[in-house]
């Protein structure tokens, strides 16, 4: 899974459910990706079933009992869609309030008036960089898809070109920079400095995420060629209209959840007192369900009502905004439940007692333990917390500059190879209409360019520092 709830993910962690040994318990998991992929790409089996059969067949494997594993599953499920279950739900209605009203109509209409043809990738990993900064990677997806699909379709550009970028900076953001869960966690392990792990961070963050973005789309698009979903874009319905809302007020109506969100961060930095007045009101407008939901009321007065919308055509696109969404929470959910599962029946500190005894730099250490607990748990977060966890007395003698960078070496293995048991992975093959194959050819690629490069970055700011 990728960034959620911090505490919620740490809880993750509990008692193995099963007295399997190592071998056994690599053995599970192999064969219950295996069962995934096959029922998917073999069988044609919907994804929410078959990652439901996965998990069961992974506890079977693993020697867990059937009734564990199913509490496993369900507790996985459970916790994901309440994770991401509203903010996605949330972010739909906007983005068919953005829709519907115009706003982002006069988005894309911007956008392809003052970028176009080879500068449009950059404008797309910029915007997505910035935007992604201060917001959960699911809340990214879901307020910057449907401006990257509407700009490929009418733009005539390929959505992997436009699309990739766009993946990109969320996903570096989301890894590498704090305010996001993870880099804090790890950041609070290893006991390393914020400012310079930021100042760090963006070094690597900016080669990483050019190098996985615009440079790399151009390849993604030549292996994935596909058009964007139809049942994803948002039609073009302000050419009905009499009026739309202007650009300035369309963007602060969409940023308005990247400004609160970024206001708490920025009081946590400064003030970080859990008792003062002011950042636990900031704890609270700054969340991403409350900061969400104000973007969403705020939208119906300056996007549907500045459109001209009744109160009746309002509540119609809100309940539209819901139905194509229910079989994205499903698959989401269901990666959710085996990601639990996995980490339920011991694989995360199975991972830990193999690693105990590789004598390599510290850096690269901490950058392959996040590698496999990421690869086994689906979860950027727990590979984060987890790797920081381990390596933490390492950096007992190290300086302030290689205490940061074991930071971003932790961050950038915990992006490494996204595949069936992240519920990333579900969210952008179902936004970008793409089967498993594509998905891994694109999305998977891309998050393994950015670990690699991130790590390559960090050992050669680490001769120099």
Do not use: C
Not at 378 to 396: K, M, N, R
């Amino acid at each position: 899974m990728t960034s959620l709830n911090v505490e919620m993910l740490a809880a993750d962690a509990t008692e193995p459910i099963t007295s399997a040994g190592n071998a056994q318990l690599g053995i599970a998991v192999l064969a219950g990706i295996a069962v995934i992929v096959l029922l998917i790409t073999r069988f044609k089996l919907h994804a929410f079933l078959a990652l439901t059969i996965g998990s069961l067949g992974l506890g079977a494997f693993a020697g867990a009992p059937l009734d564990a594993t199913i509490a496993s599953f369900t507790k996985g499920l459970g916790s994901t869609v309440s994770g991401v279950g509203v903010l996605i739900a949330l972010g739909a209605i906007l983005g068919k309030l953005l829709a519907d009203s115009g706003g982002a109509d006069q988005i894309v209409d911007t956008i392809l008036a003052k970028a176009g043809g080879r500068a449009m990738p950059w404008a797309m990993v910029l915007i997505a960089s910035v935007i992604g900064l201060p917001l959960f990677f699911e809340v990214g997806i879901v307020l910057l898809i449907p401006v990257v699909l509407m700009v490929a379709k009418r733009g005539g550009y390929s959505l992997m070109r436009i699309g990739v970028p766009a993946l990109a900076g969320l996903s570096v953001m989301h890894g590498l920079i704090p305010p996001h869960p993870g880099p804090l966690v790890a950041i609070d392990a290893v006991g390393a400095d914020l400012g310079v792990t930021l100042a760090l961070g963006i070094l690597v963050a900016i080669p990483t995420v050019i190098i996985a973005g615009p440079l790399f789309s151009r390849y993604a698009a030549r292996w994935v060629d596909v058009p964007a979903p139809e049942r994803m874009i948002p039609q073009r319905t302000s050419d009905d209209l009499q009026r739309r809302p202007a650009f300035g007020v369309t963007v602060a109506t969409v940023l308005l959840p990247v400004a609160l969100m970024l206001v708490k961060a920025l009081v946590d930095i400064v003030v970080d007192d859990p008792e003062n007045h002011v950042q636990r009101v900031t704890d609270v407008i700054g969340s991403p369900l409350i900061a969400l939901l104000a973007a969403v009321l705020v939208g119906i007065f300056t996007l549907g009502r500045a459109a001209g919308f009744t109160k009746e055509r309002i509540s119609s696109t809100v309940e539209t905004s819901l139905a194509p969404i229910a079989g994205v929470l499903l698959i989401v959910g269901a990666g959710g439940g085996f990601k639990q599962t996995l980490i339920d029946v011991g694989v995360g500190q199975m991972i830990l007692d193999f690693s105990e005894d590789w004598a390599i730099p510290a850096l690269l250490l901490a950058w392959l333990i996040a590698v496999a607990i990421r690869l086994a748990t689906g979860s950027a977060t727990v590979a984060t917390i987890s790797a920081a966890g381990l390596v933490a007395p390492l950096a007992a003698d190290m300086s302030t500059s290689h205490a940061a960078l074991l930071v971003l070496a932790i961050g950038a293995g915990s992006l490494f190879f996204s595949h069936v048991n992240d519920a990333g992975f579900w969210l952008v093959k179902e936004y970008f209409g793409m089967n498993v194959g594509q998905t891994i050819k694109t999305w998977s690629v891309m998050e393994t360019i950015i670990s690699v490069v991130g790590i390559v970055f960090v050992l050669l700011l680490s001769l120099v520092l």
